[in-house]
């Protein structure tokens, strides 16, 4: 536990270090606000590693941070995500920032049985339901980010290989350019409120919305991007984006991130190896 910390705060802990060596976005929605950076205590900085890909892979500057949100009663999901990133990444290799919405106590029990055990995760709790990005954005600025890379992951990835975090680490290494990696998509929208919300943005720069034939073949404004369900990207990124946008807060994140992207001429690369997104049952139209 850091200094200054109490014993078994109700949102935001930080737990015990005690690491181990294992192998293992209905349109967007304004809001008036966004958490502020708290006063609390900030986490010491982390000692350089030793370890293989911390030597083999130096552009990444292991340790990465990976974020996750969780939702509701959907404990299964919330098993799958751990035992998975557990089992196949080493807990020296990433520090695991975890958003509980709304969460069951069997998932928050969960959570913090790997806490107790990994001592690398940090969670933030929200007794009701905020959504998708009001979260984020606690996540990301309560405790500012240390790491040069952040990952982002939603409650239904997984991962299937154990060199997944290594495949990543070869592709940011391989190509410095790019600031943002994950799996890519296409989307067309013909509506003009989506025009003017991208130009009332502070990342905006001016650069006219690409145009493109949508599957209807109608002309549309064409939108190239990561899939939200899993993507990294670096820290300082989201800082000068200010991303999430203060503005959203539950759905259409994905493709305006991307957006925000090419307004700033930042490249985005394909990874998507070693991840699963996006196949749990569809959760209902007024559920995340």
């Not at 205590?41 to 990465?64: D, Q």
């Not at 007794?127 to 952040?150: C, D, G, V």
């Not at 991962?159 to 998509?185: C, H, N």
Request: net charge positive; hydrophobic share 40%; aromatic share 12%.
């Amino acid at each position: 536990m850091t200094p200054g910390e109490r014993a078994n705060p109700p949102c935001h802990a930080i737990l015990p270090a005690c690491l181990a060596s294992i192998n293992p976005i209905n349109l967007f929605n304004s809001i008036n606000s966004s958490p502020k950076p708290s006063a609390a205590t900030r986490p010491l900085p982390r000692a350089p590693i030793r370890h293989s890909l911390a030597t083999m892979l130096p552009s990444v500057r292991f340790p990465v941070t990976i974020c996750v949100l969780a939702y509701g009663p959907h404990v299964t999901l919330a098993e799958r995500f751990l035992g998975s990133l557990y089992t196949h990444t080493d807990p020296a290799l990433f520090w695991l920032r975890a958003g509980l919405n709304e969460v069951v106590p069997a998932t928050r029990a969960l959570f913090e049985e790997y806490a107790a055990q990994f001592g690398n995760i940090t969670l933030y709790c929200e007794p009701t339901n905020i959504f998708k990005y009001p979260l984020m954005r606690r996540i990301f600025y309560e405790t500012p980010l240390s790491t040069l890379w952040t990952i982002w992951c939603d409650d239904d990835t997984h991962f299937t290989r154990p060199d997944w975090l290594q495949r990543l680490g070869l592709k940011i290494e391989s190509s410095p350019r790019a600031v943002m990696w994950g799996r890519p998509y296409v989307l067309w929208r013909r509506d003009k409120a989506v025009l003017d919300w991208i130009k009332a943005a502070t990342w905006y720069r001016g650069l006219r919305c690409v145009r493109g034939v949508n599957m209807d073949g109608k002309r549309a404004a064409e939108f190239r991007f990561a899939t939200g369900g899993f993507w990294a990207i670096r820290s300082d990124v989201l800082r000068k984006l200010n991303w999430p946008d203060p503005r959203l807060l539950h759905t259409t994140g994905d493709f305006l991130l991307g957006e925000a992207l090419r307004q700033n001429r930042m490249l985005i690369g394909r990874f998507d190896s070693g991840v699963q997104i996006n196949d749990s049952p569809t959760r209902g139209p007024h559920k995340p």
